[in-house]
């Protein structure tokens, strides 16, 4: 609707809030928390990494002319310190920092006060000297990138407090300035003036939380690993000190700390130009695009679409909106559960972005719903009734079909790059962020604390969904294929006595009858299937089975495997058993694996690293109200002075000593080799994460533990 507003210009940003205060008595304000370097962004068409042409007139500044994308060429440099902890947890007022490492992409080293023969040590005389010698280092590569991991919740506070015990000098910034902290809700945020510091653990947290890497925790060597399929050099981290007191273990300690700066400073360049093109889409800065939800980057697209249009963006709901929103919960999307078993020659399409093409198809957003502009038979209709304007676009449909649009033609783009040109990386990162930032769209609708919340969108958005799925449920059925398994977006088909060809047309059948651009796509054959039942249940689970695809490679979903509340021992038997069997087909080769580890654990073979159970700590310590096991150890590591707060990933491993499994658990750096509970990580990792795949073969974990045998894979195939 149209509206009369007044639009307020401050001098002085720190005034919005108080306009605003002084405002609301006369009226409801609109966008008066859009930080004042956001604000300043969506206002001029500023892109972060960008060439600008501006007008200026005698030294004075005009207005900016254009803002060209470019693929910037940046100094970059990562840099770790270690620290000196005989009391276990280093404590910056009394335990000095002995070395920091860096690496810059061509070369790494040390600067340390201990003897050394290593040739890349850069040696200096006390840790004052080591501080301001980074320091200086920083300025000589004219660092445009600072890399670190974990870099703002420890290492720079850390050389902060020694530089300040030391009265040196930390000018880590163009103008010689430290750094300043911005503490959010888990972590912080450190900002280093002319320079662009990036957490490189804050990359990993954002891409871990969308699913975008499979790992089981956010160390650095656990994220190289699953980054890059290599290993990183590792220490005893408790036995820091004691390898800084000796010769041979320094020059170890030197190299791991290098090994630190080589894989951050790997990590970080890879993904730096994914979180670049997000900031450019989202009209942010890199650092906030690392540190923010997927949410807020959504939220900063849409400020900026409403602003090119004239649009007065909605405010964040009062709490008295947030109760009304959260009362009325919508229906979600419809899932066909697979009859648990074995099966052969299944076939997998896949709505391609689901959510965001029904979106722009029916043209859904708040402004459009229930519009004037046209009638009932002109409207987009939802099933569940909903109507959408067919005349006037929506700004979200509006925005997302660009974004789509944009990431398409950098997909095609791809397939004529060289995968290892700068090109192909910077096109890939680009597609990469559209992908990220088209999949948010609609868990913004229904997010109650959203700024463009909307109930009805969300459900008509879902009816839409439950409609075009259970279409082609019912039409493939009728054709003769038999639909094991749907979920959301995808249709998992046994073929039988169908052909892939067959499947194929009949795919170009229903693609014909969608609405521009809606599409269903093979996303692969695969030769053997498993699905399993829910625990304590015959129905089929819900987005858990494994899949052996043509190409003999295995796609895996929802088993303890890929979670990292269950054990390493555990999701890696789990997975053997389901390589055997889906490769090999042999049951007895899964079982004697399922023995063998069962026996290695009672001999006390398997190593701690592999009985190690991670969680998160979602509260702090003291607002838990039952001693569970994580809380139980994270206590025992509190009296010992490691400091535990909330928000931090936490491995344990259950040991033998103690009356109860809570009693029992230890945070892994505190537990010796061979110190476990061997009848706990039997009974409860092992046989129960194999238990679900072979419990389908006739084998329930009694049947495991006596070794008999019900049925064989034969009767299922």
Not at 447 to 467: D, K, L, P
Request: hydrophobic share 35%; proline share 3%.
């Amino acid at each position: 609707e149209q509206v009369d507003a007044y639009k307020i210009t401050c001098y002085d940003p720190s005034d919005t809030q108080k306009l605003h205060r002084l405002f609301e008595k006369f009226g409801r304000c609109y966008e008066f928390d859009i930080p004042y370097v956001r604000r300043f962004l969506i206002d001029s068409g500023v892109r972060v990494f960008s060439t600008i042409e501006y007008e200026e007139l005698d030294d004075t500044f005009i207005e900016i002319k254009q803002c060209i994308d470019e693929i910037s060429r940046l100094n970059m440099l990562s840099f770790d310190i270690e620290t000196y902890n005989p009391a276990g947890v280093p404590r910056p007022k009394v335990d000095p920092a002995v070395m920091i490492s860096y690496a810059d992409g061509t070369r790494a080293g040390v600067i340390t006060y201990g003897a050394s023969h290593n040739a890349h040590v850069i040696k200096v005389q006390d840790e004052k000297e080591m501080i301001e010698r980074f320091c200086g280092l920083v300025r000589e590569k004219d660092a445009d990138v600072l890399f670190g991991y974990n870099s703002s919740d420890f290492d720079l506070p850390y050389l902060r407090d020694r530089a300040h015990a030391l009265r040196a000098s930390l000018a880590l910034g163009r103008d010689n300035t430290g750094f300043t902290l911005r503490r959010q809700a888990f972590f912080s945020s450190a900002s280093v003036q002319g320079r662009l510091h990036i957490d490189v653990f804050h990359m990993i947290r954002f891409l871990a939380t969308i699913g975008a890497l499979k790992t089981n925790t956010y160390t650095l060597g656990e994220v190289y690993r699953e980054v890059f399929g290599d290993t990183k050099k590792q220490v005893n981290k408790m036995d820091i000190w004691k390898m800084w007191n000796v010769n041979e273990e320094r020059e170890r300690l030197i190299e791991y700390s290098m090994d630190d700066a080589y894989t951050t400073h790997r990590l970080g360049a890879k993904f730096l130009p994914i979180f670049v093109e997000l900031a450019r889409i989202a009209s942010t800065t890199v650092e906030d695009a690392v540190s923010s939800t997927t949410g807020q980057l959504v939220d900063y697209v849409l400020l900026k679409e409403a602003h090119a249009r004239n649009i007065i963006a909605p405010n964040r709901p009062r709490e008295s909106e947030l109760l009304s929103r959260e009362d009325e919960p919508i229906e979600g999307a419809y899932v066909k559960v697979p009859t648990p078993g074995i099966y052969k020659d299944i076939i997998v399409f896949d709505f391609r972005s689901l959510y965001p093409s029904i979106i722009v198809a029916h043209n859904i957003s708040p402004e459009t719903l229930n519009c004037s502009d046209c009638t009932k038979e002109e409207a987009y209709v939802s099933p569940d009734g909903t109507r959408f304007c067919s005349k006037r676009r929506g700004i979200i449909p509006e925005v997302l079909s660009r974004i789509l649009k944009h990431r398409s033609a950098l997909k095609k783009q791809l397939k004529s790059l060289d995968k290892d040109s700068e090109e192909y990386a910077y096109a890939y990162a680009r597609q990469y962020a559209f992908k990220i930032l088209a999949n948010t769209f609609y868990g913004m609708l229904r997010n109650v604390r959203a700024r463009w919340y909307c109930r009805e969108c969300a459900a008509a958005t879902t009816a839409w969904e439950r409609f075009y799925i259970k279409d082609v449920i019912s039409k493939a059925e009728k054709e003769g294929f038999t639909v094991l398994y749907a979920d959301t977006d995808s249709l998992f088909i046994e073929l039988g006595r169908k052909t892939e060809k067959e499947a194929l047309s009949f795919v170009d059948k229903i693609n014909k009858s969608l609405p521009e651009g809606m599409e269903l796509e093979l996303e692969d054959y695969y030769t053997r299937g498993i699905f399993v039942s829910k625990k304590s249940d015959s129905v089929g689970a819900k987005k858990k089975y494994a899949l052996l695809s043509r190409s003999g490679s295995i796609k895996i979903r929802g088993f303890e495997l890929v979670r990292r509340d269950w054990s390493q021992i555990a999701g890696d038997t789990q997975r053997r058993v389901l390589e055997t069997i889906l490769k090999d087909g042999s049951l007895d080769k899964a079982l004697q694996i399922v023995n063998s580890v069962v026996q290695d654990l009672r001999d006390k073979k398997v190593p701690k690293e592999k009985l190690v159970i991670y969680t998160l700590l979602r509260k702090g310590l003291d607002e838990y109200k039952s001693i569970s096991p994580e809380v139980s150890a994270a206590l025992k590591a509190r009296k010992r002075g490691k400091e535990v707060d909330e928000g931090m990933m936490i491995g344990y491993i259950i040991t033998e000593k103690g009356k109860g499994i809570s009693d029992k658990a230890e945070l892994e750096e505190f537990v010796e080799e061979g110190d476990y509970d061997a009848d706990y990580y039997i009974n409860n990792q092992v046989l129960p994460a194999v238990e679900s795949i072979l419990g389908e073969l006739g084998y329930g974990s009694d049947l495991l533990k006596a070794g008999k045998k019900q049925q064989g894979l034969g009767d299922w195939l």
